[in-house]
C-alpha cells in the first residue's frame, strides 16, 4: 500500500453512525493515512468542540488498526451558509495545495462523501483542475440505499459508538474509488502538442512544468531532452534517450553536423529566418569540408595550425599543400594565418571538383551564403521571404532542398572515399515529436 494524505469535510454521520463508520471513519480504516486534514463548518465545529469526537474516534481506528496519523482541524465556526458551492471552490483549492506541498510524495485523497453537497461538488471538480493527481473517494452506506440519517446525538458517548460500530468486527469495504479526467491535465497536453506541432520546445516544457506531476515521467524527460536538442546541446541528453533519437555513436564529429543541418531545417519550418539565414555559414563550411576534404581528397584543415589558420610553411614543405597554395595564394596576398573559410572550399570545388555532382548545389549555397553576409552586414531590415524575393536570393525552402540535395549528392558519389558520408534524418524531429505525444498521452 501507498502513502496517503486525507482532506476530508466533515458530515453529520461522522465519525460514527447507525453502528458503522461514517465516510470519514471508514476511508481512513482502509488507507491508513499519515496525515488527515478535517474541515469543520459551524455546526460540526461545535460537536466537535463539545466532545471532540472526532479526533477521539480517529486515535481509536489508529490504534487498533496499527497506524499513526497526523490530525490536522480546518475549523470555520462562522461558517453557516454551507450550501454555497462557489465559496467551497475557493475555500478548498489552497488547502489541497498546501496538503500537496507538505506531502509532494503521497497521494491525496478526497472524501468526496462527506459534507454538504456543495461541498462534495466542490471537491470532485477541483480534483478535475488540480496540477497534480489526487484519488476523490466515495463510499456506499452499509444497507445499499440512502442512508437513514440516525446521526449522533449531541450528547455522545464516544466509548460507546465505538464499541458499537460493526465495522470494527463486520468490516466490507464500502470504499468506491471514482474514475476522472484531470481535464487540466488535457487541456495542458492539447497546449502541449500545439507547441511540438511549431516546434516551440522551451513554451512545450514551460507549459509542462506546473502540471509535471500529472504527466508522466518519460514525457516530461523527452520534452527536456527536445529542449536540449534543439540548442543544440544533445551531448547533454540522458544516454538511453540519445540511443532512441540515433545520437549515439562513435562519429561525433558528424552526429553534430547531421544535428546541425536539422536545427537549419527547424529554423527554416517555424519561420525564423534571421537565425536560418545566418546559421548557412557554419552548415555550408561543414559540409564543403567533408566533400572537398574527405570525398574529393584535399585536406585543408592538416595546413592549418590549432586555431584553423594556414600555415604557408607547412603547406610549402609538401607536393599536395604546394599544389593548394597555386589555387589559394595570389602574388600579391599571402594565405599564411589566414583563417580557413567557405570560400577556400570553394575555390577547390571550381577548380579540381566541378565534375562531381556535389559541386553544384554546394557552389549555389556558397552564391547564396557569400550574397546574404554582403547584404545583411550593411542592412538593418526585418528579415523574411520577401526579403529573400527582393535580393535576388532563393526562397528559405529552396535553401533547404538544395542543402538535402547537396548531402544526398555527397551520399551517393560512389567516386574516391565512400566512407565520406553525412547520415540525415530529415524527418527525426518529427518522429521525435510524435514519440513525445505518446508519451503524453499515457497515463501516470
Not at 190 to 197: G, N, R, W
Not at 418 to 432: F, I, N, Q
Request: net charge negative.
Amino acid at each position: 500500500m501507498g502513502h496517503y494524505v486525507l482532506f476530508s469535510p466533515v458530515g453529520g454521520t461522522d465519525p460514527i453512525a447507525n453502528e458503522r463508520d461514517g465516510s470519514m471513519l471508514h476511508i481512513c480504516r482502509k488507507y491508513k493515512p499519515d496525515c488527515v486534514m478535517l474541515y469543520l463548518s459551524q455546526e460540526i465545529c461545535e460537536r466537535h468542540r463539545r466532545d471532540d469526537r472526532y479526533c477521539d474516534s480517529l486515535r481509536r481506528l489508529a490504534e487498533r488498526e496499527g497506524f499513526s496519523p497526523e490530525v490536522l482541524v480546518e475549523e470555520r465556526p462562522e461558517l453557516s451558509e454551507v450550501q454555497i458551492y462557489d465559496f467551497f471552490f475557493q475555500e478548498f483549492q489552497p488547502l489541497l495545495l498546501d496538503l500537496h506541498r507538505r506531502f509532494p510524495e503521497y497521494l491525496l485523497i478526497l472524501n468526496i462523501a462527506s459534507g454538504t453537497p456543495a461541498m462534495k461538488n466542490a471537491l470532485y471538480l477541483l480534483a478535475a483542475f488540480l496540477p497534480f493527481p489526487v484519488l476523490p473517494v466515495q463510499t456506499a452506506t452499509p444497507v445499499k440505499a440512502q442512508n437513514p440519517r440516525l446521526e449522533p446525538h449531541m450528547d455522545y458517548d464516544a466509548a460507546l459508538y465505538w464499541e458499537c460500530d460493526l465495522d470494527n468486527e463486520d468490516y466490507v469495504d464500502r470504499c468506491q474509488e471514482c474514475r476522472y479526467e484531470n481535464l487540466n491535465a488535457q487541456l495542458q497536453k492539447a497546449t502541449i502538442a500545439t507547441h511540438l506541432d511549431a516546434y516551440d520546445y522551451a513554451a512545450a516544457l514551460a507549459v509542462a512544468a506546473p502540471v509535471r506531476a500529472l504527466l508522466d515521467p518519460r514525457a516530461f524527460a523527452l520534452l527536456e531532452a527536445a529542449k536540449a536538442r534543439l540548442e543544440l546541446n544533445w551531448r547533454s541528453i540522458k544516454p538511453e534517450i540519445r540511443s532512441g533519437w540515433g545520437l549515439a555513436g562513435s562519429d561525433q564529429g558528424r552526429i553534430n553536423v547531421a544535428e546541425y543541418l536539422l536545427w537549419l531545417q527547424v529554423k527554416q519550418r517555424r519561420g525564423d529566418l534571421a537565425d536560418f539565414l545566418r546559421g548557412l555559414t557554419p552548415g555550408l563550411f561543414a559540409l564543403m569540408q567533408l566533400a572537398v576534404e574527405e570525398k574529393a581528397g584535399y585536406p585543408l584543415s592538416a595546413y592549418c595550425d590549432h586555431e584553423n589558420r594556414f600555415c604557408r610553411s607547412r603547406m610549402a614543405a609538401d607536393s599536395l599543400g604546394q599544389e593548394l597554395l597555386s589555387w589559394l595564394e595570389t602574388p600579391k596576398k599571402s594565405i599564411d594565418r589566414t583563417f580557413l573559410l567557405s570560400s577556400h572550399y570553394a575555390v577547390i570545388l571550381r577548380q579540381k571538383c566541378s565534375g562531381r555532382t556535389w559541386a553544384v548545389p554546394l557552389l549555389h549555397l556558397r552564391q547564396i551564403e557569400e550574397t546574404l553576409r554582403n547584404v545583411t552586414a550593411h542592412t538593418i531590415t526585418r528579415v523574411d521571404e520577401a526579403w529573400l524575393r527582393s535580393n535576388g536570393l532563393d526562397s528559405s525552402q529552396e535553401i533547404i532542398k538544395t542543402i538535402k540535395a547537396a548531402v544526398q549528392a555527397i551520399n551517393q558519389d560512389s567516386s574516391g572515399n565512400t566512407a565520406a558520408k553525412l547520415a540525415v534524418d530529415w524527418g527525426a524531429y518529427d518522429v521525435m515529436n510524435q514519440t513525445i505525444k505518446r508519451a503524453l498521452g499515457e497515463t501516470k
